[in-house]
């Protein structure tokens, strides 16, 4: 599937839940903005055999067997929008403990549930460090979920990447297709000739949030 | 995910998903022929869960505790009258399990929710990729739940899930898809409408596949407190398991 067909084949479902799933930007559902060109920014390979779609904000969401079992999601922000729910920016200057400990404080004030933060240490993110976090999480009827999120900021823009499941069975059973995933993550736009990548584009962030 | 993105997820959702999907709607789902090898004959009843809430004038939820023991205990009871009634496969219970097992059975339960759900978003969904994936129907809770219940004997588990709300501006119609995403976040379209919601599910104990799906949704029709109304939507949901005996074809067919 090309990326212009992923395109095409973007379900409505998304146009707000992408927004809100994981990212935690959003405490209230937002009206979803006119369809625009994805603004590339990066580029990722997503696991075989997954079903990806883009929302109407530009993100990226993928599932092997439906997203209320396990979610991957990918996106981009200019760095003043890095982190909306606290009103705070990214900065290339920054420690990745600094950019962490921001979105962790974005992710609590959006989702306004207690979210535990098992693991919170530096990594990779393609060619820039930053970090990676682990979360801990339960739904309504008491599953355990765990949610892991990589960060990075660069000096423009701040990626996230993240992957959420139920401990049972399905987090460790996928986490190496999302973890094979973070490794191929390339900034910038797909070059010419080559095939293959899916486009990381810049959110589309909701005019609300830019007040 | 934490309940709160959940429940707005779930209003996100509710906007954007189902549009044509309409209450009343039900659906089953079984195993592709050939994947299994022999119906199953024993059968580990997983206590049910049928939940019953209360729905406030400001669309928050109150579990009503003695209704939803009452609706459960009254599940597992009919189920088991229906089975030997049909006499399809032989029902254990699960009282021969630690209380950890039970336990451990408990979050099978909560992930099955979470398979049913997506396998009949999956099957609405206009993304072609999802209908493909549907298709497949190779959902699995995992191999793990075999070590939880291999004390039983059982060749598969049938899960019974429900969920029931309840308001005093009555029980109107709600889409299907409002009260999945509703079941799973706890948030639901329209003020002051009960709503209903029952699923079994068949997942094979030797392997923690799937075996059948069979679910049923609805507003007005459903009363899952009643147990007339809790019957009926039973039977009707056993309707469709795939491997029924002979006997009851032939009472089919009379």
């Known amino acids: 599937m090309t990326t212009n067909s992923y395109q095409r084949a973007a379900s409505t479902l998304w146009r707000v839940v992408g927004f809100v799933l994981i990212a935690g930007c959003a405490q209230t559902p937002q009206k979803a903005p006119a369809p625009t060109p994805l603004e590339p920014v990066a580029r990722i390979h997503t696991p075989e055999g997954w079903v990806q779609e883009r929302n109407a904000y530009h993100q990226l969401v993928a599932s092997r067997d439906g997203y209320f079992v396990q979610t991957i999601f990918v996106a981009a922000r200019t760095n003043p929008d890095a982190f909306p729910a606290i009103k705070k920016g990214a900065d290339p200057g920054m420690l990745p403990s600094q950019l962490a400990e921001l979105h962790i404080a974005n992710l609590k004030a959006s989702s306004g549930e207690r979210l535990e933060v098992v693991e919170?240490?530096?990594?990779?993110?393609?060619?820039?460090?930053?970090?990676?976090?682990q979360l801990r999480s339960f739904d309504g009827r008491g599953l355990e979920f765990r949610t892991i999120v990589y960060g990075a900021a660069d000096e423009h823009y701040f990626y996230r990447l993240a992957y959420n499941a139920p401990v049972l069975y399905f987090f460790d059973r996928d986490l190496p297709a999302?973890?094979?995933?973070?490794?191929?993550?390339?900034?910038?736009?797909?070059?010419?000739?080559?095939?293959?990548?899916v486009i990381v584009s810049l959110d589309l962030i909701p005019v609300e949030k830019k007040k | 995910m934490p309940p709160n993105l959940m429940r707005t997820v779930g209003a996100a959702l509710l906007t954007v998903w189902f549009p044509s999907v309409h209450a009343d709607s039900d659906f089953h789902m079984t195993v592709p022929p050939g994947r299994v090898k022999s119906p199953p004959h024993?059968?580990?009843?997983?206590?049910?869960?049928?939940?019953v809430k209360q729905l406030t004038t400001g669309n928050l939820e109150e579990t009503a505790q003695d209704w939803s023991r009452e609706a459960s205990e009254n599940a597992a009871r009919l189920v088991r009258a229906l089975v030997k009634k049909n006499g399809a496969f032989e029902v254990v219970d699960d009282s021969g399990l630690t209380p950890a097992d039970k336990v451990s059975l408990q979050q099978y339960s909560a992930l099955y929710v979470r398979l049913m759900a997506s396998i009949e978003i999956a099957r609405q969904s206009k993304n072609p990729a999802w209908k493909k994936r549907v298709?497949?129907?190779?959902?699995?809770?995992?191999p793990g739940i075999t070590e939880v219940a291999v004390r039983t004997h059982a060749d598969a588990a049938l899960f019974v899930v429900g969920t029931d709300h309840v308001s005093s501006a009555g029980r109107d119609a709600r889409t299907a898809g409002g009260i999945l995403i509703g079941i799973?976040?706890?948030?639901?379209?329209?003020?002051?409408?009960?709503?209903?919601?029952?699923?079994?599910?068949?997942?094979?104990?030797?392997?923690?596949?799937v075996l059948w799906v069979s679910s049923e949704y609805g507003g007005g029709g459903m009363n899952l407190r009643k147990e007339k109304s809790l019957n009926k939507v039973l039977t009707e949901l056993f309707e469709s398991y795939p491997w029924q005996p002979k006997s009851a074809d032939k009472d089919d067919n009379k």
Not at chain 1, 120 to 133: I, W
Not at chain 2, 42 to 51: G, N
Request: aromatic share 10%.
């Open chain 2, 184 to 209: 799973l976040t706890g948030v639901y379209m329209l003020p002051k409408a009960g709503t209903a919601f029952l699923s079994l599910g068949m997942v094979d104990l030797h392997s923690g596949d």
């Open chain 1, 120 to 133: 919170n240490e530096p990594a990779e993110v393609g060619d820039l460090t930053g970090y990676r976090l």
């Open chain 1, 178 to 197: 999302f973890e094979a995933m973070v490794k191929t993550f390339q900034r910038g736009p797909v070059p010419p000739g080559e095939s293959g990548w």
């Open chain 2, 42 to 51: 024993t059968v580990l009843l997983v206590h049910p869960e049928v939940v």
């Open chain 2, 135 to 142: 298709r497949r129907f190779d959902y699995t809770v995992g």
